[in-house]
């Protein structure tokens, strides 16, 4: 009866274990080479390696090899022509036989430049995901179908183009910039129309056009920049303007933190001046409710909870901005009750650090996960969504301890090594070269004429 129990605890070990692995790739080690740890692609250092689950592995075009004295492993090519000579593998879809590598010989498979080209349309059957080569198309059933959203054409899928924020989407386009430049976009980032911007797929720099937008329907201002190096006269005025950064990468992250990594899978970016529809310097400079109202901090006075920062942590009640329940004034080292009063609420937690937006964070162990810095223990950070070791220091028995610097003292470097001479440790310098003349004993030495 104990023994499903024993089967689920031994997998939940083997998990967690994994995970913990998993997670102690850190920088300050530099790159990962293969078998070491990693979180994606960019921390393995072999050419040929990518991250896979975890761990920096070779490509599945690439096959595990070791350097001549057989010690350094590398991820080496495998054999892509038919004809190559092979032990046992080949890149898909060759296969390895009697030495060579040779093409699978389907319905849709053909030989192009000593390459061999296979293709599926929907309806061939497959093994796996990997077997359909149609845009849109998955193994289901062990038949290429075609995903969801998706509509089949003969023997292909078909998506219609779509644009992300709204409107209709206009002319093929090239991206030429990387998505996670939302904050300091270039002007030249693709070759769409003024007021266009070109969304593509993931990995791809080919996709269409399609409007930039603002929020609240208002046009977006072209006579300004947000680009944080333009001219005074060309950036977004703050005052009646604002700049509405937006990015469609999609950002698989636990919190974001500065010095966590994106992950690359987004297809658009934007970063464009649009007009406020309150003035920022005027009384009334909140917009809720179709109207602009005044902004409201704690103790001031209010008609709505949209005055005090939304309803997060403060409301209003009786006309003026308090504190909800289990909420309290923010306390911080610049805060002083008469002369710098809070403005904002925090959730009561046990410690006022572990406190973030309406949530207690609790302090945890090295190498857990986290969302802010204080969680941390004693010389570590919040990298990447978990407690590691800051640079400088290195992990033992839970704790971050300083790596000592290396010794500035350098030993004697050792003496010469002379075919034929014998040399003891004891030996001066001169009884050496006593030794090379032929000085000592005259066993081994140099005889000149």
Do not use: W
């Not at 309806?123 to 179908?145: E, I, K, M």
């Not at 990594?261 to 297809?267: R, T």
């Not at 610097?405 to 350098?410: L, Y």
Request: proline share 8%; glycine share 10%.
């Amino acid at each position: 009866m104990m023994l499903p129990n024993i089967i689920q605890l031994s997998l939940l070990l083997l998990t967690i274990a994994f995970l913990v692995k998993a997670q102690l790739f850190s920088p300050c080690n530099g790159k990962s080479a293969l078998g070491g740890v990693c979180d994606v692609n960019g921390d393995c250092d072999n050419k040929g390696s990518i991250c896979l689950r975890g761990q920096c592995r070779c490509h599945p075009h690439y096959t595990e090899a070791r350097d001549e004295k057989g010690r350094l492993p590398k991820c080496a090519p495998l054999p892509s022509k038919v004809g190559a000579k092979c032990s046992n593998k080949c890149r898909e879809p060759l296969f390895c036989r009697n030495g060579e590598c040779q093409c699978v010989q389907r319905g849709t498979t053909r030989i192009s430049n000593g390459e061999c080209i296979t293709t599926s349309r929907v309806g061939d059957r497959c093994s796996r995901h990997y077997d359909c080569t149609s845009p849109f198309s998955a193994c289901l059933n062990s038949q290429c179908v075609c995903i969801s959203g998706t509509i089949q054409q003969g023997s292909r899928c078909v998506a219609a183009a779509n644009c992300p924020l709204g409107g209709l989407p206009g002319q093929s386009c090239v991206r030429r910039s990387d998505p996670s430049l939302a904050f300091n976009i270039p002007p030249n980032q693709d070759n769409c129309p003024s007021g266009q911007i070109c969304v593509t797929a993931a990995d791809s720099q080919v996709g269409h056009c399609c409007p930039v937008v603002c929020p609240l329907a208002s046009h977006v201002d072209v006579k300004y920049s947000c680009d944080p190096d333009a001219v005074p006269a060309l950036k977004c005025p703050s005052d009646s303007h604002f700049c509405h950064f937006l990015s469609g990468k999609l950002l698989l992250q636990i919190v974001k933190h500065k010095f966590l990594s994106d992950i690359p899978d987004g297809s658009f970016s934007q970063a464009v001046c649009c007009r406020r529809p309150c003035n920022s310097m005027a009384p009334n400079a909140l917009y809720a409710n179709n109207q602009c109202i005044p902004r409201g901090q704690l103790n001031s006075a209010c008609t709505s909870n949209a005055q005090c920062g939304g309803g997060e942590g403060m409301e209003c009640m009786k006309g003026q901005c308090q504190c909800q329940q289990n909420f309290h004034p923010a306390v911080d080292v610049l805060t002083n009750p008469l002369k710098n009063p809070s403005q904002s609420c925090s959730r009561d937690c046990e410690n006022e650090s572990l406190s973030k937006d309406t949530s207690c964070m609790k302090a945890v162990p090295l190498n857990s996960l986290c969302f802010i810095q204080k969680q941390c223990p004693q010389n570590s950070g919040c990298y990447r969504g978990r407690c590691m070791c800051r640079c400088g220091f290195a992990p033992k028995n839970g704790k971050c301890v300083e790596i000592p610097a290396p010794s500035t003292t350098t030993s004697a470097p050792a003496p010469a090594i002379i075919p034929g001479v014998n040399i003891n440790p004891g030996d001066e310098l001169f009884k050496l070269f006593g030794q090379f003349l032929g000085g000592g004993n005259g066993a081994g030495g140099l005889k000149f004429g």
